[in-house]
């Protein structure tokens, strides 16, 4: 399958909402996950709040997660961290109240992979040491290659 050929058929299939569709890359036969790339850098609660609930659904719905974290959102990773207050959610939601770090935190309990960005801890407070377990220091050069990839979306809060 052409990568041209490759990337019309994943429109087609995000148009018609189907998910479910393993795409090959451009080395070949190699099966890829649906991925997405979630860059929070936003300083404000709901902001946070949204983009971790967001981030919530596309994993329930299969979704192989990467959350990057960068400038003040950096901190919802590091130990001993809360939130100021909780967001209260939709009437629809039986949870009333959430806080970005316990959704962050869940998220990594079902396999999301998180980083803060390279220049988040040289630039804060904050020490590798202060870092939740299992928070890595994202390389700029893997992310760019995450972002470059048109099979993985990248969503930016």
Do not use: W
Not at 53 to 60: E, G, H, P, S, T
Not at 133 to 143: D, F, L, Q, W
């Amino acid at each position: 399958m052409t990568l041209k050929t490759t990337l019309t058929l994943t429109a087609v299939m995000a148009a018609i909402g189907f998910s479910g569709l393993a795409i090959a890359n451009n080395h070949g036969s190699d099966e890829r996950e649906d991925q997405a790339l979630v860059i929070l850098t936003s300083e404000s609660l709901q902001t946070q709040g949204m983009a971790m609930i967001l981030a919530n659904a596309m994993q329930q719905q299969g979704t192989d997660l990467h959350v990057l974290l960068c400038d003040t959102a950096g901190d919802l990773a590091t130990q001993g961290y809360a939130s100021t207050e909780a967001i209260a959610t939709p009437p629809s939601n039986p949870a009333g109240q959430v806080k970005p770090e316990g959704i962050l935190n869940m998220l990594m309990e079902n396999g999301a992979s998180v980083d803060v960005c390279a220049i988040y801890l040289p630039n804060s407070a904050h020490a590798e040491e202060d870092l939740v377990e299992n928070v890595g220091i994202a390389a700029p050069g893997t992310i760019a290659e995450m972002m470059r990839d048109p099979a993985i979306p990248v969503y930016s809060f």
